[in-house]
C-alpha cells in the first residue's frame, strides 16, 4: 500500500481499529429522506461522534462547512431512484478527477449481487477499483439488496462481501445478519463495516446488532437511519460509539443513551 492510501485508510479506520462512519447519501435515491431534509442541520450535533461522512458530491458543495476536519466518504454510484424501474440498475455518476477535486478519502459504491444487473454491477465496482488505486483513493463497496431486505442472510452476504474484496475493495460495507455473521467477516479479505437498513423498532435492537456484529469481526458502523431517525439521535449515537470504540456492552451502551438523554433533554434531539 503506498503512502496516499495508507494516509486515506488510516484516516478512516482509527488507531483502534474501529470505524463510525455516519452516511447522509440517502437522497440520490430517496429524495429528501425523513430528517435528512437539510443536511447540515442534521449532522451538525451528530460530526464531533463520527469517524467519516457517507456522502454525495452535491451535499458536500451544498452543507458540509469545507473547514470541518472530518474525512469524506464520497458515494459515486447512482441513475436510480425509488420511483424508478430497478434499484439496481446504478452507474457510475461521479468522475476520479472529482473525488480528487474534493478532497475525498474513499469512494463508495454500491453493488447488486444476484440481479438483472449483476454484471454492470460488478463491472463498475473494477473501473472503480481502477481509478482509485490510480491515485491513491480507497473503495467501500457497499453490499445491497435494494427493496429485497429478504436476502439478508450470511450465505448471500458472505457471496456479495467476498467478491467486492476479490474485485479489489479495500472496505466492503454489508447488512448484519442473525444468522452467521462471523461467516461473513471471515470469507472477506478485507475490513467488513454494518449497514443500518431501515430505522429498527427500538432504541436497544440497534446496540444489540452493532455489538453482535462487532463481536464477531466488523469493524465498525456504516449507520444512518437508526441515528439521525431517533428521536433522540445524540444519545443513540453516543451509545454506539461506546461500543464500537469502547468495548462497550449493550447493557452499557443503553445505560449512556438513557444519562445523555436524561441530562440533555430536547438538545439530544435534532434542531427542529
Excluded at 86 to 99: H, K, P, Q, R, V
Excluded at 113 to 129: A, C, F, P, R
Excluded at 169 to 174: G, L
Excluded at 215 to 223: A, H, K, M, R, V
Amino acid at each position: 500500500m503506498d503512502w496516499g492510501m495508507a494516509n486515506r485508510m488510516a484516516r478512516l479506520i482509527q488507531p483502534d481499529g474501529r470505524c463510525m462512519f455516519l452516511p447522509i447519501d440517502h437522497g440520490y435515491f430517496q429524495g429528501p429522506t425523513r430528517n435528512l431534509e437539510q443536511p447540515a442541520k442534521t449532522i451538525e450535533p451528530l460530526l464531533p461522534y463520527a469517524d467519516a461522512l457517507f456522502v454525495t458530491r452535491g451535499v458536500v458543495r451544498s452543507a458540509i462547512d469545507p473547514a470541518m476536519d472530518k474525512p469524506v466518504i464520497l458515494r459515486v454510484s447512482g441513475g436510480t431512484s425509488m420511483v424508478g424501474a430497478d434499484l439496481a440498475n446504478e452507474g457510475i455518476t461521479t468522475s476520479i478527477e472529482e473525488a480528487i477535486r474534493l478532497n475525498v478519502s474513499a469512494i463508495g459504491i454500491s453493488v447488486f449481487i444476484g440481479t438483472e444487473y449483476e454484471k454492470e454491477s460488478l463491472l463498475n465496482l473494477s473501473k472503480l477499483v481502477d481509478e482509485g488505486e490510480k491515485y491513491g483513493i480507497p473503495v467501500m463497496a457497499v453490499t445491497a439488496v435494494g427493496k429485497e431486505l429478504d436476502k439478508r442472510d450470511s450465505r448471500y452476504l458472505a457471496l456479495c462481501c467476498r467478491i467486492c474484496s476479490e474485485l479489489g475493495a479495500r472496505v466492503v460495507k454489508t447488512y448484519w445478519c442473525d444468522d452467521g455473521f462471523d461467516k461473513v467477516v471471515s470469507g472477506c479479505t478485507v475490513p467488513v463495516v454494518m449497514a443500518g437498513g431501515p430505522q429498527a423498532d427500538t432504541e436497544r435492537e440497534v446496540l444489540e446488532f452493532v455489538h453482535d456484529g462487532i463481536q464477531n469481526g466488523s469493524i465498525g458502523i456504516n449507520l444512518g437511519r437508526n441515528i439521525w431517525q431517533s428521536e433522540f439521535p445524540v444519545p443513540m449515537i453516543r451509545a454506539l460509539k461506546h461500543i464500537v470504540h469502547g468495548n462497550g456492552t449493550v447493557n452499557e451502551a443503553q445505560e449512556i443513551f438513557d444519562s445523555v438523554k436524561a441530562a440533555n433533554g430536547k438538545v439530544a434531539a435534532l434542531p427542529a
